[in-house]
T-cell receptor, first 115, second 114 residues
Framework: NAGVMQNPRHLVRRRGQEARLRCSPMKGHSHVYWYRQLPEEGLKFMVYLQKENIIDESGMPKERFSAEFPKEGPSILRIQQVVRGDSAAYFC?????????????FGSGTRLTVV | DQQVKQNSPSLRVQEGRISILNCDYTNSMFDYFLWYKKYPAEGPTFLISISSIKDKNEDGRFTVFLNKSAKHLSLHIVPSQPGDSAVYFCAASEGETSGSRLTFGEGTQLTVNP
């Protein structure tokens, strides 16, 4: 009964490289959300996806960031040409349906460090 | 534009006493509120929630109070235990059909001393 699985747990990238963060939702969950936590701040919503569809990407930076949740496989958050300001903890959460607001389940996060 | 604010970055409490964590919000469209607990190097875990049609929800040692007129909610933990030491995040959402997007506060670090 695995929870939300995120990998890698830690990722170090040099400025200008690409970062790929993966999230496998809980079994039976078809809704995935990505949040970012900058140092000393709360979590900030980035994007909400269902299988093969982006539902709400209003929290995504306009450039360099993209997300997908293909029919098969994990959800991917992709950051191109990373900069130091991208260093943060990125959390994925999943829920079984729309509006499952009674606490959807978070993964343990990927800590991205840009050097 | 911080719509959910937790003004106390930290709180220290003695074991056995009550912990009260506070949260204020500005968006009157928020209709559902949640508290999450987070340990270092882990993701947030859901603790307790409350709908805007209620003013209190209780679950064991945890009680959440909502004052809609003041746009204020609080989490009470009694009695506090050392294992409760963690960062507590308040979160809010608006409308079931608006998706499940949550707006988080900055968090309060609770330390319960034995």
């Amino acid at each position: 009964n695995a929870g939300v699985m995120q990998n890698p747990r830690h990722l170090v990238r040099r400025r200008g490289q690409e970062a790929r963060l993966r999230c496998s939702p809980m079994k039976g969950h078809s809704h995935v959300y990505w949040y970012r936590q900058l140092p000393e701040e709360g979590l900030k919503f980035m994007v909400y996806l269902q299988k093969e569809n982006i539902i709400d990407e209003s929290g995504m930076p306009k450039e360099r960031f993209s997300a997908e949740f293909p029919k098969e496989g994990p959800s991917i958050l992709r950051i191109q040409q990373v900069v130091r300001g991208d260093s943060a903890a990125y959390f994925c959460a999943s829920s079984p349906r729309l509006g499952a607001r009674k606490g959807y389940t978070f993964g343990s996060g990927t800590r991205l460090t840009v050097v | 534009d911080q719509q959910v604010k937790q003004n106390s970055p930290s709180l220290r409490v003695q074991e056995g006493r009550i912990s009260i964590l506070n949260c204020d919000y500005t968006n009157s469209m928020f209709d559902y509120f949640l508290w999450y607990k987070k340990y270092p190097a882990e993701g947030p875990t859901f603790l307790i929630s409350i709908s805007s049609i209620k003013d209190k929800n209780e679950d064991g040692r945890f009680t959440v109070f909502l004052n809609k007129s003041a746009k204020h909610l609080s989490l009470h933990i009694v009695p506090s235990q050392p294992g409760d030491s963690a960062v507590y995040f308040c979160a809010a959402s608006e409308g079931e059909t608006s998706g499940s997007r949550l707006t988080f506060g900055e968090g309060t670090q609770l330390t319960v001393n034995p």
